[in-house]
């Protein structure tokens, strides 16, 4: 009895360090399985596309991830954190990313203080993207995102980014990158790039507020091509009872050329914006948007516009199955295609109207 009673004790001895370690840090896995059957067409025009006019029916994947996050507590207030983020083709099982390597999405180190905020440093999304992307946008990451005009949503690499703590509401971040290794020179003077975003948020029961500003001096920020450029974003919802709508409007200025030589839905001077609204009936959320992209400066009939309209339904908070219609109206001197910067699916040369349904299910865990 003596010696199990021995054999109790020293086993509790080594178990209660490893008990209290594991009270202190903790890693979570998580992820977002999103696929659809999409049909898409994409549109008329005299000259000849990527998609070559023709229409097509695919299994597409919504930016499906899995990551990984996890927290230390250092005591006093202050705990480590960490996030490692890689996309996943359901579609087809590759791993499709802005950046080379593994792991191309948010993934970051850092500390957090209650008092003071988090300081992270590594590929993060931009404060300009996380001000209004997904929370002002009914159609985050299908082919009826409102990124196919807006399209500055990037992914900063070699970045710091700086996150206030909640103050009744209010927040702030702020996001500070260099070209360093990483980014893609394409000239000497890359190799001094730099990028800055920032945003203020207000978020207090039904009202949500944002203001975002981000400049670009020859850097390539994640998907986006090294350039000269300044934007400003304004944005903001409202719920009340089972609704909610929302608007963002936007003024960006691409300073790399004083007069672009050909369209581009990634640059030009020009101001955009969208409407939307989202209304709920039990597990049913029914949706729709306009987004407006202005005509592009020294460009005629430069500006598009697109609606989508779709219906949500709810199986639990975790999964989803959602179908939807959406159209992009190019005039003549335009070429917006559907989805995340127009790269989901193209049109078929300028002025032609892209279109397509998606049915789909999302599950997140």
């Known amino acids: ?75 006093n207030g202050l705990a480590a954190v960490f996030q490692i983020e890689q ?19 948010a993934t970051f180190a850092g500390l957090t203080g209650k008092s003071w905020g988090t300081v992270t440093l590594g590929i993060q999304d931009t404060p300009y993207k996380t001000a209004a992307s997904g929370k002002l946008d009914p159609f985050s990451d299908t082919i009826g995102d ?36 990483g980014a893609a020179a394409a000239s000497a003077d890359n190799q001094d790039g730099k990028f800055l975003s920032v945003n203020g948020v207000y978020a207090n029961g039904p009202i949500y507020v944002t203001v975002a500003h981000e400049r670009s001096r020859a850097y390539a920020a994640s998907a986006t091509a090294a350039t000269e450029y300044k934007a400003n974003k304004i944005g903001g919802s409202y719920t009340f009872g089972d609704a909610t709508v929302g608007a963002v409007w936007e003024k960006y200025t691409d300073d790399s050329a004083t007069t672009p030589v050909a369209f581009s839905a990634a640059t030009g001077r020009r101001t955009d914006w969208t409407i939307n609204g989202v209304y709920n009936i039990g597990a049913v959320a029914l949706k729709a948007a306009y987004v407006k992209a202005g ?71």
Request: cysteine-free.
């Open 1 to 75: 009895m003596n010696k199990k009673l021995i054999a109790l004790a020293v086993a509790g001895a080594f178990a209660l360090p490893l008990a209290a370690a594991a009270a202190e840090s903790n890693v979570t896995i998580y992820g977002k399985a999103d696929i659809a059957l999409d049909n898409v067409d994409p549109g008329t025009a005299a000259a000849g596309g990527s998609n070559s006019g023709y229409k097509r029916s695919r299994v597409s994947s919504g930016n499906s991830l899995l990551g990984f996050k996890g927290t230390e507590d250092l005591g």
């Open 87 to 105: 996309n996943v083709n359901l579609d087809d099982g590759s791993t499709p990313g802005v950046t080379s390597g593994t792991f191309n999405r």
């Open 146 to 181: 409102y990124n196919a005009i807006f399209n500055r949503d990037v992914r900063a690499t070699n970045s710091v980014k700086y996150v206030t703590p909640d103050f009744s509401g209010f927040s702030a971040s702020i996001l500070w990158s260099a070209a360093n290794e």
């Open 295 to 365: 005509k592009q400066e020294n460009i005629d009939n430069s500006d598009a516009s697109q609606w989508t309209l779709g219906a949500y339904y709810s199986f639990s908070k975790r999964t989803q199955a959602y179908a939807l219609y959406t159209r992009m109206d190019n005039k003549d001197g335009a070429s917006y295609g559907l989805g995340q910067g127009g790269t989901s699916f193209s049109a078929s040369g300028a002025g032609a109207d892209p279109k397509g349904l998606a049915l789909g299910m999302k599950h997140t865990f």
